[in-house]
């Protein structure tokens, strides 16, 4: 069965600092994955996407992701953060051999101190 | 094409009553979800459509859940004889699923349902 982790349930960087938030997956196939970000009071909006073509990823606003299969990792990351980074991240794992349908993991807060 | 839209927006009911939910999809997207949020919760899986054949349940789900999508395109989830616990976002999705690989989901902005 498929499944997500995320790592982390809050993480807090500073402005113009790195951004990383962890994710691993259980797949038994070879699985697609997506980030998402959901700020306050707004709709869920696709930040990346990995579905098998180039292992690292890029995203809106400087995002991107890398696919590691030896760790089953497909963490976000972004080079210097910004305000309006600030936002609910979820990692998301589908399979086409079990119907495609979207598991989310439980997500990581993402605060930016100015 | 305005994206997925989802009516109402926000319901407020009293424990012991029906509601009904409905989202209408991007265009041509043959696939449809819906999930189910709670505070500082992830999205859970409730159930999805291929047209308007629904694939899968969550076995989470009681049987007070319902959903149809009759004619492929927009789709209704009832809720019957709500309960406090119900009391929840409700997000639908849709996608294309064709002889590739699964595309990206785009969401609506969700119901949010509260029993009192």
């Known amino acids: 069965a498929q499944s997500v982790t995320q790592l982390d349930s809050h993480v807090s960087v500073s402005e113009g600092t790195p951004v990383l938030l962890r994710c691993n997956y259980s797949s038994s196939y070879s699985p697609s994955l997506f980030w998402y970000v959901q700020h306050p009071n707004k709709g869920l909006q696709l930040l990346l996407k990995y579905t098998s073509a180039a292992t690292l990823v890029k995203g809106i606003n400087g995002f991107e992701a890398e696919f590691k299969k030896s760790e089953t990792s497909f963490h976000l990351t972004k080079p210097s953060a910004h305000m309006s980074d600030a936002a609910e991240y979820f990692c998301v794992v589908s399979e086409d051999n079990q119907g495609g349908k979207l598991i989310f993991g439980q997500g990581t807060e993402l605060s930016v101190k100015p | 094409d305005t994206g997925v839209s989802q009516d109402p927006r926000h319901k407020i009911t009293k424990r012991g009553q029906n509601v009904t939910f409905r989202c209408d999809p991007i265009?041509?997207?043959?696939?449809l979800y819906w999930y189910r949020q709670t505070l500082g919760q992830g999205p859970e899986f409730l159930t999805y459509f291929q047209n308007e054949a629904q694939l899968e349940k969550s076995r989470l789900l009681s049987d007070r859940f319902s959903a149809e999508r009759p004619k492929g395109s927009f789709s209704t989830l009832e809720i019957q004889r709500t309960e406090q616990g119900d009391s929840a976002m409700y997000l639908c999705?849709?996608?294309?699923?064709?002889?590739?690989?699964?595309?990206?989901?785009?969401f609506g902005q969700g119901t949010r349902l509260t029993v009192v």
């Open positions: 999705a849709s996608s294309i699923r064709g002889g590739g690989r699964i595309t990206e989901a785009f």
């Open positions: 265009s041509e997207h043959n696939r």
